[in-house]
């Protein structure tokens, strides 16, 4: 079994930073893919950003292209979202999420984090 853990949410006025972090228990593999999601109230989860562990191959959103930045760190088995120049609309439930290969469901969370932005 996988455990994440997540760290980093918080309060932050618009157009400010946050660092999110996801410490994954275990080895982790070259196949797995790493997610962040995120929930706000009354909408349906999103992806937000993914990381292909092993190649490094990112993925990101239309909304948080060129404001985020997903990445890895081998020897702490952790994943990080750089979340700059936050808007309002970035207030959600963060979650990380891990998919033990490209195109497989992504069957391990963490409790997820709040990143709320206030304007």
């Known amino acids: 079994q996988v455990q994440l853990v997540e760290s980093g949410g918080g309060l932050v006025q618009a157009g400010g930073s946050l660092r999110l972090s996801c410490a994954a228990s275990g080895r982790t593999l070259s196949s797995y893919v790493m997610g962040w999601f995120r929930q706000a109230p009354g909408k349906e989860r999103e992806l937000v950003a993914r990381i292909n562990w092993g190649s490094g191959i990112t993925y990101y959103v239309d909304s948080v292209k060129g404001r985020f930045t997903i990445s890895r760190d081998n020897a702490k088995n952790t994943v990080y979202l750089q979340m700059n120049s936050l808007k309002p609309e970035d207030t959600a439930v963060y979650y990380c999420?891990?998919?033990?290969?490209?195109?497989?469901?992504?069957?391990?969370w963490g409790q997820g984090t709040q990143v709320t932005v206030s304007s």
């Open positions: 999420a891990c998919a033990v290969r490209s195109g497989a469901t992504y069957a391990y």
